[in-house]
Structures are given as structure tokens and as C-alpha cells.
């Protein structure tokens, strides 16, 4: 996963194709917890992350939050009390690019800061 967190985003053309499923495998095995899942036909990584309340978990989001900005890569969060899920994807492919994988590397290195 350190690998992965390192690397630089990219800047994502609405031309470039979506991974396909060889390089999603490549990509997945660096990257445990979080499964590839499908939503209304769109392949997205998804991770649910537990905290003791909701301002751990509120504080988690606004952490993810600033990565994104960052990055300019935005995930989809669902903050609960005592959990946050994060689904990567590239809305302009419709699909998984290396940025996804990237920045659920660095989510995930940022839960373990927590």
C-alpha cells in the first residue's frame, strides 16, 4: 500500500478508458479492505471505517475531505455515527483509474493516523 499512497494522481481525461479487469486485479492486490463493487453498472472501490462517535467519525470525513481537495479527486462519503464509507471512482470514465486506487491508499493511511 505505501507504493501506492507515494504516487502522484493524474489528471483524468474523459477520454481514457476505465481499467480494465487484469489491471483492477493488479491494482486490488495492493490494496486489502477495500472491495471492488458495482453501482448501477459503474465499478467502485468501497470501504466502511469505525470510530468510537460521530466526531471521530465527522473528523475522519473532513480528513478524506482535504486529501480530495488536494488532489482534486472527490469521493463519495457516508457519515454515521461511529462509521464512515468511502467509495472511490472516476466520475468522468464512468469506471476505476489509478487515481482511485491511489487515494484509497492514502485514505487508508490516514484512518490508521486516526
Excluded: Y
Excluded at 14 to 20: H, M, Y
Excluded at 75 to 97: D, M, N, R, Y
Amino acid at each position: 500500500m505505501s507504493v501506492l499512497k507515494d504516487m502522484e494522481c493524474s489528471a483524468c481525461r474523459g477520454d481514457e478508458p476505465a481499467l480494465d479487469d487484469h489491471e483492477i486485479a493488479e491494482f486490488s492486490s495492493q490494496l486489502p479492505g477495500w472491495p471492488v463493487v458495482e453501482h448501477d453498472g459503474v465499478k467502485k472501490l468501497e470501504r466502511r471505517f469505525r470510530f468510537k462517535n460521530f466526531a471521530q467519525a465527522l473528523a475522519f470525513t473532513n480528513k478524506v475531505g482535504a486529501l480530495a481537495e488536494q488532489a482534486d479527486h472527490h469521493p463519495a462519503l457516508l457519515t454515521e455515527w461511529g462509521s464512515v464509507t468511502v467509495w472511490w471512482w472516476t466520475h468522468k470514465i464512468k469506471g476505476l483509474h489509478r487515481n482511485d486506487f491511489i487515494m484509497a491508499a492514502r485514505t487508508t493511511a490516514e484512518a490508521h493516523r486516526e
